[in-house]
């Protein structure tokens, strides 16, 4: 009997493990993932805050990546029932409880100004609030907050429930996932994709998608034009009492602060360009700590919960690559920078319905 070559998705975090899921439901199958480490957990994905905030995080130089990202807001709700339909209730829900951007400062209240000022030209839904407002939204906010911009719209979701159903979803379709298999490099003959390198293995295959994020350019072979480097993100992760729950994520431009339907207040993050150093250091946990009291006092009696590092994908312009590449066969989707949680349910369709293009360029007759 021929056995069927599979479709091999590099990287085991929010984009392979929703590529993965994808795929299998358009019966592109059988789908394995190869993931260096653990599945979720080893991902930038793991140490993220799980921020649905287009509107919050739109910078002044990155309008197409706020467009894309309301685009794939919009995109969460089928995202998620194809998901339920598959694992039922381990599904997360979508948060919407909007997003506060304060400012502790007389420096910080002009920056939201021109914040503010930005957001109405682009007709993005914002409201300027004084500090007494802020508060009246989020109780817990310091007395030092004099102006914020609410941003109703935005949402959250606890990303780590969403890996873990995904991973049950991939996994129940009859996807297989290969931890600790690490991939040294994509064999391509004839200017086409054909397998994987693993130790001593080689892995043919049908298809191969680089997912792997910050890694996705330390994998030999390939396409040569893919650059991505590691931005490390320090962050700390608080247990929050009844006393002390945030009702929606706020933020600073120092720091952000955001609760998680599980209890945790995530505290964030550093944007690092040290390479792949992974070690939490002292001083960047104490400048985000104090950042994050100054904007809510009540933290200083949390108990810390974990204190982690994560490595954002970033390209040079910080726009993702996603679909096909300049190898037959061979596909790509990261670069997702500060956004791929947000990101996930478009960058998945925008590679799978890539996939099947190829696909049915390659039925059509000549
Ligand atoms: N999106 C949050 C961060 O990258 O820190």
Redesign the pocket.
């Given at each position: 009997m021929i056995e069927t070559k599979p479709h091999l998705i590099i990287g085991g975090g929010i984009m392979g493990l929703s590529i993965g899921c994808r795929m299998l439901r358009e019966g592109l199958s059988p789908v394995e993932i190869f993931e260096a480490g653990e599945i979720g957990r080893s991902s930038?994905a793991w140490v993220?805050?799980g921020?649905l905030?287009p509107r919050a995080?739109a910078g002044f130089e990155d309008m197409d990546i706020y467009e894309e990202g309301l685009r794939s807001l919009e995109r969460y709700p089928s995202f998620l029932a194809a998901l339920q339909e598959e694992v039922g209730e381990i599904v997360p829900e979508i948060d919407r409880c909007g997003a506060l951007l304060c400012a502790t400062n007389r420096d910080q209240a002009r920056e939201l100004d021109r914040q503010f000022e930005f957001r109405m030209r682009m007709g993005i839904p914002v409201q300027k609030l004084s500090g007494e407002e802020a508060r009246d939204r989020e109780p817990l906010l310091a007395t030092k907050v004099i102006a914020a911009l609410w941003l109703e719209a935005d949402a959250q979701i606890n990303n780590r429930t969403l890996l873990h159903a995904l991973r049950e979803a991939f996994v129940k379709r009859g996807g297989t996932v290969r931890e600790h298999t690490p991939v040294s490099e994509i064999i391509v003959k004839d200017g086409e994709a054909i397998g994987v390198r693993t130790g001593d293995e080689e892995r043919p295959c049908e298809t191969i998608t680089v997912a792997a994020g910050a890694w996705s350019s330390r994998i030999g072979g390939g396409s040569r034009s893919v650059a991505v480097r590691p931005?490390k993100?320090q962050?700390i992760g608080l247990r929050m009492t009844p006393q002390s729950r945030l009702r929606q994520p706020v933020r600073t431009p120092n720091v952000?602060l955001v609760p998680k339907d599980d209890g945790r207040l995530l505290v964030?993050?550093?944007?690092e360009e040290v390479g792949f150093d992974a070690r939490v250091i002292a001083g960047n946990v104490m400048e985000l700590l104090h950042h994050a009291w100054e904007l809510v006092p009540a933290i200083y009696d949390l108990e810390v919960e974990e204190v982690l590092a994560g490595f954002?994908p970033a390209t040079r312009d910080h726009r993702a690559v996603m679909g096909r590449s300049n190898v037959h066969n061979l596909f790509y989707c990261t670069g997702h920078?500060?956004?791929?949680?947000?990101m996930a349910p478009m960058a998945a369709d925008t590679v799978v319905n890539a996939m099947l293009e190829a696909k049915t360029e390659l039925a059509e007759p000549c």
């Open positions: 930038a993220a805050a921020m905030s995080e931005v993100g962050m952000y964030g993050a550093t944007a954002r920078w500060r956004h791929g949680i947000l």
